[in-house]
């Protein structure tokens, strides 16, 4: 059982195997795969049904069965991602409006996401016109549902878009999950202002009403969004509990992110996970939540910087603000007396002709730790991770970034041990890319780990620490760690 499970949800006229070419590629991708189960949900959905004994269901029996479906096949589940095609975006969200309607917000708080593709949110002109012709006599209850501005979808929407997209947290008529609307760009059965609808995150792919969702290989649009999507519902935190007086209004109460924040120092650790292979020489991992400057006891904690080297200023909350506040040399009264990694990275630029350019993403500079020396610390690493991109305030991680940087942290600290002779035996690493830079902490995580594993396989008595300042990132790490242990032992 993997932790999450992602329900796949067909549309009219449809069933399950419309999904089958997706499910193949998805499938191929290890990082899908060893996290995710794949359901698929089946409903009736028929043309015609001649057999007076038998109803084709409507909207509302189709969501009520969705509901017991993944009550009964995702009990396990930490996670569960709702993907679906055309008609069956309507049913997903009728499924989520009457769980609000039923004061069951609470119990959706395990669905980080919802996916939908071709979706008629705004009903499908093409079903209307073929209505007046050949479809009059198919006695479809769900046909009749897409009719442009049809009332039961409409009041579906205005729930979801206000007790989902809108919730600020989970009570009993609330709960907050992402959702995303792509279009087929050449769709003419759902035009891509229907499948956009009302929902702010929206998206379109190559294909029509149908080949959408069927994926030309493992480089295709399709699989890249569904992948990116998956990895953003990994990470996503999941919602906060409404607090005593959120229904007032104007009733003032702590930021809901202000809860993620860990302000005091947790570590777990060690936990040992044979790096080569084998069961004879394991490596010890530790995890840190907490700010960065509590810190203590590490060789070599490393920070994640941009392609310049431009450290954040002192005030700043991230990893590089903090490490240059924690590091400077100060006076009783809290003076700057010596910015010791600002001054000494910046004379490594120079000395490197680099000040002032960017240098190759990947690259690792050192500095001394300063006042951290009194924790034990004795070398902090900047790693050039996050590009600028031009003309805004954003930032591009390229892949190949992280685990360059991760191979030239161990090459330099191999090289002070030689020629400085440090003591050099641990490394704490952040989660490279997973802040500004926006990538998922699944896949900086994983991206960290490979290339981890690979360094290790011939050294394993290196011990890796990882700091990350959120709680939800924290019991994320501490889950991953757990199963990598759990992957190897089952191997022995």
């Not at 769980?99 to 079903?127: H, T």
């Not at 991206?447 to 690979?454: A, C, D, G, R, T």
Request: hydrophobic share 40%.
């Amino acid at each position: 059982m993997r932790q999450a499970a992602i329900v796949f949800v067909h549309g009219l006229f449809s069933s399950p195997a419309t999904w089958t070419p997706l499910r193949q590629e998805l499938s191929a991708v290890p990082a899908v795969a060893d996290q995710f189960d794949f359901l698929f949900f089946e409903y009736a959905t028929r043309p015609v049904t001649w057999n007076p004994l038998r109803r084709m269901p409507d909207l509302d029996t189709v969501a009520d069965s969705l509901r017991g479906f993944i009550e009964d096949f995702t009990t396990e589940h930490e996670r569960i991602i709702l993907v679906t095609h055309s008609q069956g975006g309507l049913v997903a969200q009728r499924f989520l409006s009457r769980m609000l309607q039923a004061g069951r917000g609470r119990d959706l708080a395990r669905i980080r996401r919802l996916v939908m593709f071709a979706c008629p949110n705004n009903g499908s002109d093409l079903f209307l016109l073929a209505r007046k012709g050949f479809i009059p006599m198919t006695r479809n209850t769900q046909e009749r549902e897409l009719k442009p501005l049809q009332t039961s979808v409409l009041e579906t929407q205005r729930k979801v878009l206000d007790g989902i997209v809108a919730a600020p947290d989970v009570s009993r008529d609330r709960c907050p999950i992402p959702i995303v609307a792509y279009a087929g760009e050449s769709d003419n059965v759902v035009v891509p202002s229907s499948a956009a609808g009302f929902f702010p995150e929206t998206g379109v792919l190559p294909g029509d009403h149908f080949s959408v969702i069927r994926p030309n290989g493992p480089d295709s649009r399709l699989v890249h969004a569904v992948r990116k999507e998956l990895a953003r519902a990994l990470s996503q935190p999941f919602p906060l509990e409404s607090q005593p007086g959120a229904d007032i209004p104007h009733h003032r109460r702590p930021a809901p992110a202000a809860a993620d924040v860990l302000t005091e120092s947790e570590v777990v650790g060690p936990i040992s996970i044979p790096a080569d292979g084998t069961t004879r020489r394991t490596t010890e991992f530790f995890l840190h939540g907490g700010p960065v400057e509590q810190l203590r006891n590490i060789d070599i904690v490393v920070s994640s910087e941009n392609t310049y080297l431009q450290l954040s200023q002192f005030f700043k909350p991230s990893t590089s603000g903090s490490l240059r506040w924690a590091a400077a040399e100060k006076s009783a009264s809290g003076q700057i007396l010596e910015d010791v990694t600002g001054e000494h990275l910046s004379a490594w630029l120079r000395g490197h002709g680099s000040y002032g350019l960017p240098i190759p993403e990947g690259t690792v500079a050192p500095t001394p730790s300063g006042a951290l020396r009194k924790r034990n610390i004795q070398r902090i690493y900047h790693a050039a991770i996050a590009t600028p991109v031009s003309g805004t305030n954003n930032y591009r991680i390229a892949h190949h970034a992280i685990p360059r940087a991760v191979h030239n942290t161990f090459e330099l600290a191999r090289l002070e041990r030689e020629e400085l002779g440090i003591s050099l035996s641990s490394i704490c690493f952040p989660l490279f890319g997973a802040g500004r830079g926006r990538m998922s902490a699944v896949e900086s995580f994983e991206l960290i780990w490979e290339s981890l594993m690979s360094e290790l396989a011939d050294d394993p008595t290196w011990v890796i620490h990882f700091t990350t300042r959120r709680r939800t990132i924290f019991d994320l790490l501490h889950g991953r760690l757990r199963a990598k242990k759990q992957a190897y032992d089952q191997t022995t």
